[in-house]
Nanobody
Framework: QVHVVESGGGLVQPGGSLRLSCAAS????????MDWYRQAPGKQRELVAA???????SYADSVKGRFTISRDNAKNTVYLQMSALKPEDTAVYYC?????????WGQGTQVTVSS
C-alpha cells in the first residue's frame, strides 16, 4: 500500500507562481512514474505532467513552458512548479503514483487563480 499526500495549493493571482509537492509513503520500494492530474469543476480529470522513475518528463500542451515537474527519489516526492498561472489553471490537482502495476491517488490540493 502506498499513501500519497499532496500539499502546496492555494490562491494566487494571474501571472503568479505556485509549487505543489506530493509525498509517497508506505510500501515505496520500486515506485515508478509519478504524475500530476487536475480536475476543474464540471470537467474531466486530465493529465498535466508526468515523470518516469528515470526522470523523463512529459506535459500537456496547455502547460508546456509554464509548468515543470521534478522528483526527489531519495524523498519519494514529486513536485510541480507552476508559473505564469492563468484562471483556467484553477482546479483540484491530484498526484498519481505507480508501483508494481498499481496506481495510488492522493486526496488532491486546490489551486485557485484569481484576482
Amino acid at each position: 500500500q502506498v499513501h500519497v499526500v499532496e500539499s502546496g495549493g492555494g490562491l494566487v493571482q494571474p501571472g503568479g507562481s505556485l509549487r505543489l509537492s506530493c509525498a509517497a509513503s508506505g510500501s515505496i520500494f520500486s515506485i515508478g512514474a509519478m504524475d500530476w492530474y487536475r480536475q476543474a469543476p464540471g470537467k474531466q480529470r486530465e493529465l498535466v505532467a508526468a515523470i518516469s522513475s528515470g526522470g523523463s518528463t512529459s506535459y500537456a500542451d496547455s502547460v508546456k513552458g509554464r509548468f515543470t515537474i521534478s522528483r526527489d527519489n531519495a524523498k519519494n516526492t514529486v513536485y510541480l512548479q507552476m508559473s505564469a498561472l492563468k484562471p483556467e489553471d484553477t482546479a483540484v490537482y491530484y498526484c498519481y503514483v505507480r508501483r508494481n502495476g498499481l496506481g495510488y491517488w492522493g486526496q488532491g490540493t486546490q489551486v485557485t487563480v484569481s484576482s
